[in-house]
């Protein structure tokens, strides 16, 4: 083979080649469109296929339920007695501390009293004097009164003018008189010298019941300032601890379910590892409000239980919360309380034909035209076939995992009691559910 044919060889090589590699590229772009388009196709397909909600279920059976309000307050004592003082001065002596038990008539308190000593001693130096004076006068009453009996008998002889006579009468008259003023000025001396005696007494202060020093606001040596009108500077307070009770409030929504006489369980921070037992005793009747006026305002009622078992050293403002039982019912048809869930029945009312035309419709505008009525309704869903079906239903009482109905249910009805999820947004009527009443619970946390 000459120079000159392998020369013309290799340029149709190099062509053959270029085709070959021109069809291999347009195979594979080819078969790349296809696979996209494969793909596309599947994941359309795929989004039409109905994709089921995972739920979880339980039979509709009967229980005993206990319906409680819960509510949070303070431990307090049933009788508690602040001793205030009625007189001012200084605390000359306090025998008791905070902690120590008192007696009913212990002296806990005592103020100076020097300073009533000399109005005592001047009321009773009065009223002596006063007495002093209406002796006098007694003596000279019987005095004039004996000589008022001579003129008269000289009158009547006609020995003594009638001149002499009413002078006699004006004497013996005067003198009664001021008897009668000093014995009104000894009762005004007398009540004066009461006062000073009862503000004495005062300063000694005595327990008007056995218990227990819980507060202490002053020490020996310190001034108080009392008065009769108003209450004074509280000094100490005595409760009696073998009788307590928690003081609790109750939301205005809850407080028309409790009854007086309703059991009550008591857990008390300082104590969390004892439940407490009591019963309602006292419902206020008037209300507290706190945030008046404002979007916190709340309207509570404080709620008295006496504490029955009253073995430990409880104190007057421990932390406590009570679950007070309103109501108990046995043997009711129930359900988990998260399986029920409420809907909106929209009821709307268009005006009639012509209505727009009447006078009274002229001013209303087209927005107010159209009225809608929601009507709340309790529903569960429960499963058929594989099948959500939405039941209306009426609920009675609850406790913190069971609710009671009374209409809509039979026993043994499959109810949906998961996921809040499912149960509140993603299920409707005719929905196709999966049931999943093995799935795991999360673990919970060391």
Partial sequence: MTEENVIEKKPVKLQNNRKRRARKKKFFWIGLIVIVLIIVIAVALAGKKEKLIEVQTEKVKKNNITQVV??????????????SAEVSGEIIELPFKEGDAVKKGDLVVRIKPDAYYPQLRQQSASVKVQENNLKLQEINLVKNELELNRIKELYNKGLASQSDLDNAQNNYDVNNAQINTIKSQIEQQRASLSSVSYDLSKTRIFSPVSGTVTQLNNEKGEKVLGT?????????TISDLSKMEAQVEVSETDVTLISIGDTANITIDAFPDIIFKGYVYEIANSAKTKGVGTQEEVVNFVVKIRIINNEYDLRPGMSCTAEIEVEKKENVLSVPIQSVTTRDEDKSTEPQEGQDDKPENLTVGKEESFKKKTKIKEIVFIIEDGVAKKKEVKTGISDDIYIEIIEGLNLDDEVVKGSFKAINKDLEDNTKVKIDNERKKPLKKE
């Fill in 228 to 236: 009769s009108f108003n209450i004074g500077s509280q000094i100490l």
């Fill in 70 to 83: 819960t509510a949070t307050g303070k431990i307090q004592s049933e009788t508690t007695v602040n001793i």
